[in-house]
């Protein structure tokens, strides 16, 4: 097993820029939920994860927010597992009131050392506690009602089963959400065992309720390095069952049959990735000629990336500067460090509530995008020392430098909603000069010398998956996309896709659309026959041209 | 030649769509031009040309816009609708409404420039305009044009030293007006030799084709060709003892066309072909489908600079002017129906929303309809608000969005007008019937009275109303006019190999420089990546930034 870890930290090497901006990426990673009869303790309510930035990925620091408490011994998992920038994979709650964690803290004991049945006799599971599985129900209800694309797909699709005899094995976040997922492919007719991408992001009372209606959960919140490994050959390894389709967010589950169990690979039909690492990693063993299945990239499918990157960084940047400082927008100068999907969507928010909006880009094309939407384009350093908050979404590197934040003004807002967290030079900021004070959870103000203090918020991680939460609906459209790229993959005919990185077809993109529509109570206009001749296409779709840029 | 022409109308058949959706384009250009000392009759100035759609392109009327003419002409040469195919609107503006605007009419001069001996001041006759007397007027234009192409006129100082173009001979086919006038005037500063002919027969502005020969570019067009000069303009523009052109660059493909005809053995010679329009591109495609594509072409119809431009940003502002010339509409809560969530569609959203007007979408499309969704519109069948609705704007590409059961139901007043591609959105045929009235209430707009007194009224008879009733901004020409003179360097500096006989895309970095040269018109100022931050995103400090799949 440490061997094939071990491949694996040499194959990440391999996976350059995604992987190395995301390396340190501190990330925490669980869905909210909505707990009426939880039986936790309070003071476990609000516990989140946040890991100290280091640029070596070997010791991390874990702050609980509530107790402070700290660790310096971390598995290297943690900045490995969720790299993408994928929103659908990360989400907190820190902020959010009605939030609660099932907690592994009142019980020592490891789920891999329990027997557990549930109500129907079966035992093949791992979960923390199968009691906790009618909690859990209530959950995967709740999240149903904002995923009503998912329940009309099983609707649509219960009577003719487009998954029967699929046998899915499948490696995401373990949530309310995935389970409304899981049991829309078992209600298509697949049968499905599954596993935690992520140590941490696991909703324990979700995979007992997943494990107690007989799907096969491998997944508590709080895994080791170890465990995580041990769940995934649990999943995949099972006597008298063998997977033709994998589901996975990160690439770990198909780089550990890879490893472990190649010829499982002659009975897959297609692999299913929605991270950008994981696609990554699928475009390096497609073009090492190693890839020997077809894979569907629905990480850039159009739906999935409009919603992931301009409509939740829209909602997010309020949302999240408003829960960890009250800040007022209106009048407030604002920069906002690039200009694609995530400023585009920061900069339409901030303006709407006017604020005065400047933009810094080092793309001419996106520049002038910004130009013609209103926008003044600026060098950081010429506005530095007037503007009252800055939000980093470059994906890049030292976009805020200490000297930078030197000249900034009294109360300034520091935030950053781009990639990693490298955006701002944060580690320059831990000098004896200066004092770091945390004023809440996610804020910190940083005092120099004179007095002048920042306002620093997450650390520089990404704002808004520390300090707000990511909506069901656009999990839903994730969730959807997945399902639609199996129920492809799974019914294409022979040949039509080859052993290569495919994109989900357009087609299958307007139908993830057209399924969530209907909670606009919009109405899709059809083609009359003699249109669809005129234009050339089908009245089905697709719409639109490969290139389109929408 | 008739054979010829007889095979361009064939091509035609074969370039099926676009040509089909714009085969009844009524079509008139020309470039807004400031006149102060016009020698021409105030009766003249506003003319313009509209020519009632039918479907078959043989039978066109002419109407004056100006309502006090009223001249109806019912012979037209079938070059009109065929010239000006192409969505972009860099081809086609109008200023019937603008009171700037003057044009130097012919109808003081009934000779033909073909039979007139002209000579410019150094004695030169290598050119055919109306009056070559007019360049100096001509030359003012073209100096007005320059302010608002500041982007060209900062690549012709960054590119005279090295002269990229040293060596080129170009030949051109597009509208001839101020604004390709800087255009050619920078071919010509960067090394390049000229010969220019029109893509248009109407869009030519005289005064400019004598600014231009004045100056020794030899170009042959002038307002008002008949379809034999049109093809006699282009013949003598490519067939010049002791010259050979080496790069083309064509609007429509009318050029590349004549060339692929008559002087095969001209491609021996031609490094490439640039060419902007949506039909000149598909021309191109199915000339390299059939394989007789012979040397590399440049599509820079589809670059993003050039799309956006087009389509979403002119469009926001001219669904606003145009509207306001034509009917004077207040805005703001005003319920309006746009047909259509693309770039246009978007862009007449974006600015009736932030006048307060209340906009529905309807869209086909269900990742376009999710996108009027998030961004805050009521997806709707037309039919569900068509009693409700005052302003439809039409904005789809495709026919018959609007029929006359709908226009029937309308309410009093109801707004009508197309900002598509075409004028087959909106079913205005189907209004022609005795039963109502139509009236013009002023040019481009009638209103169209039903028997119990109802009107409805319909802009520029269902024509595209920012060609018709609006005027594009040099700005958004620049865009082209840059894009096009960079695509030209490109593919004349290209090394060997770097294209095959294929249709290219302008490279993105092309494409990205079109975009910085006018940042400072906005007084932008880009930021640049340190020599760590571009190693630590794997990119180029120059570009270019995205990948090509990028969205934008």
Known sequence: ??????????????????????????????????????????????????????????????????????????????????????????????????????????????????????????????????????????????????????????????????????????????????????????????????????????????????????????????????????????????????????????????????????????????????????????????????????????????????????????ESVLDGLKRTTDVMFGGKQVVVCGYGEVGKGCCAALKALGSIVYITDIDPICALQACMDGFRVVKLNEVIRQIDLIITCTGNKNVVTRDQLDRMKNGCIVCNMGHPNTEIDVASLRTPDLTWERVRSQVDHIIWPDGKRIVLLAEGRLLNLSCSTVPTFVLSITATTLALALIELYNAPEGRYKQDVYLLPKKMDEYVASLHLPTFDAHLTELSDEQAKYLGLNKNGPFKPNYYRY
């Open 1 to 314: 097993m440490s061997d094939s870890a071990g491949d694996g930290k040499l194959e990440m090497k391999q996976a350059s820029k995604e992987v190395k901006e995301s390396e340190n990426v501190a990330e925490k990673y669980s869905a909210m939920t909505v707990s009426k009869n939880s039986d936790m303790s309070m003071g476990d309510l609000s516990s989140a994860f946040t890991a100290v930035t280091t640029h070596k990925p070997v010791k991390k620091h874990i702050q609980f927010v509530d107790d402070k408490q700290e660790f310096s011994k971390f598995p290297t998992k943690t900045g490995r597992r969720s790299l993408s920038r994928s929103v659908s994979q990360s989400s907190t709650d820190s902020g959010s009131s009605a939030a609660s964690y099932t907690d592994s803290s009142d019980d020592e004991t490891s789920p891999k050392d329990k027997t557990q049945v549930n109500s129907k006799g079966t035992s093949d599971f791992c979960v923390k506690d199968i009691k906790q599985a009618e909690f859990g129900r209530r959950e995967i209800e709740i999240a149903g009602q904002e995923m009503s694309a998912l329940i009309s797909l099983r609707k649509r699709a219960q009577g003719e089963k487009p998954l029967a005899g699929a046998k899915i094995v499948g490696c995401t976040h373990i949530t309310a959400q995935t389970a409304v997922l899981i049991e829309t492919l078992v209600a298509l007719g697949a049968q499905c065992r599954w596993t935690a991408c992520n140590i941490y992001s696991t909703q324990n009372e979700v995979a007992a309720a997943l494990s107690e209606v007989g799907v096969s959960v491998f997944a508590w919140k709080g895994e080791s390095e170890d465990d995580f490994w041990w769940c995934i050959d649990r999943c995949v390894n099972m006597e008298g069952w063998q997977p033709n389709m994998i589901l996975d967010d990160g690439g770990d589950l198909t780089h550990w049959v890879y490893k472990k169990y190649p010829g499982v690979f002659k009975k897959i039909r297609g692999i299913v990735e929605e991270s950008v690492t994981g696609v990554h990693r699928l475009y390096q063993l497609s073009k090492a000629g190693k890839l020997c299945v077809p894979a569907m990239n629905v990480n850039d499918s159009v739906t999935k990336q409009k919603f992931d990157n301009l409509y939740c960084c829209r």
